[in-house]
Nanobody, 127 residues
């Protein structure tokens, strides 16, 4: 199974940008679809974005569409989440997750479909 480690979180002001990284180890990340989830304080974990193995397809939660962008560099075994125009409601622990899948598998927002998870990175947005 692939191991995942997130980085790049921090404390920012509303309107700022951050880029999160998700580094894979143990296995090549290119065999996995990758997603980002987040858990706001006192709330359940929610889907943010997912990207296909090759990086050609992506899906987003409506709340982040047009502000966030998911990408990956399989040569670096790393996926990214570029977050722009951050708002206080984006405050959460952000997790990356990976799902072993065939190349043509559809993307999924369901967290139960992802078998590998990182420990998370905190993002706090002040108003």
């Amino acid at each position: 199974q692939v191991q995942l480690a997130e980085s790049g979180g921090g404390l920012v002001q509303a309107g700022d940008s951050l880029r999160l990284s998700c580094a894979g180890s143990g296995r090549t990340l290119k065999m996995f679809g990758v997603a980002w989830f987040r858990q706001p304080p006192g709330k359940e974990r929610e889907f943010v974005a997912a990207i296909s193995r090759g990086g050609g397809n992506a899906i987003y939660a409506d709340s982040v569409k047009d502000r966030f962008a998911i990408s990956r560099d399989n040569n670096k075994n790393t996926a990214y989440l570029q977050m722009n125009s951050l708002q206080p409601e984006d405050t959460a622990v952000y997790y990356c997750a990976a799902r072993s899948q065939i190349l043509t598998a559809p993307l999924t927002m369901e967290d139960r479909e992802y078998s590998a998870w990182g420990r998370g990175t905190q993002v706090t947005v002040s108003s």
